[in-house]
């Protein structure tokens, strides 16, 4: 079973600031995902990344894919309290997801 | 909207008893994934059918089954239930039975074992 690990567990911050949370894994990925899940609601697609050091920016986001494809990262900029939610990363086309990351944005 | 419709929204039920939980998947997806959330905690893989056949399964108790219907709904049984069977069940559908698809999840399904 591949595992994948994400840091911080909780992070809570005030609004304007940057952030950085990771997904990591000793298994190498064909693909990652990340989604963000608001209380009550299913989680939502951010992004995909496929290609080792591959870099996607979704507005104030940017998604890193690792070289080796074993880990990723997402990078927030000016966090705005909208950004507040619960952030997974998931692989192995949906069937593995991380432990996540509860993000809190302070206004 | 996802389009993933799941039934009910909130379930209380008591130990020992089994409980159906019921997907649509949304409009034209053949993969139905259902996953266990516990406490604001990542989600767990349960099982993935596609086209009405199983495809993938994770850490699925003996005590629970699903089965995927010709008109391509899911329904998750869960039985003997356990104080520990308490959390969300989430199901996901895409149009394809792996690869980069997204998944579209619902709004999940809220069990209670009291």
């Known amino acids: 079973t591949q595992l994948l690990e994400q840091s911080p567990q909780f992070l809570s911050i005030q609004e304007g600031e940057n952030l950085t949370v990771y997904c990591n894994s000793s298994s190498v990925f064909s693909s990652l995902q990340w989604y963000r899940q608001e209380p009550g609601e299913g989680p939502v697609l951010l992004v995909t990344v496929v290609t080792g050091g591959e870099v996607k920016k979704l507005k104030r986001l940017t998604f890193q894919f690792g070289d080796a494809r074993k880990d990723s990262s997402l990078h927030i900029t000016a966090a705005q309290p909208g950004d507040t939610g619960l952030y997974l990363c998931?692989?192995?086309?949906?069937?593995?997801f991380g432990t996540g990351t509860r993000l809190t944005i302070i206004p | 909207d996802s389009g993933v419709t799941q039934t009910p929204k909130h379930l209380i039920t008591a130990t020992g008893q089994r409980v159906t939980l019921r997907c649509s998947p949304r409009s034209g997806d053949l993969s139905v994934y259902w996953y266990q959330q516990s406490l604001d905690q990542g989600l767990q893989f349960l099982i993935q059918?596609?086209?009405?056949?199983?495809?993938a399964k994770g850490n699925i108790l003996e005590r629970f089954s699903a089965q995927q219907f010709p008109d391509l709904h899911s329904e998750l049984n869960l039985s003997s239930l356990e104080l520990g069977d308490s959390a969300l069940y989430f199901c996901?559908?895409?149009?394809?039975?792996?690869?980069?698809?997204?998944?579209?999840f619902g709004n999940g399904t809220r069990l209670t074992v009291t």
């Open positions: 998931a692989g192995d086309a949906g069937l593995t």
């Open positions: 059918y596609y086209n009405g056949e199983e495809r």
């Open positions: 996901a559908s895409s149009p394809q039975q792996g690869g980069r698809s997204p998944l579209h």
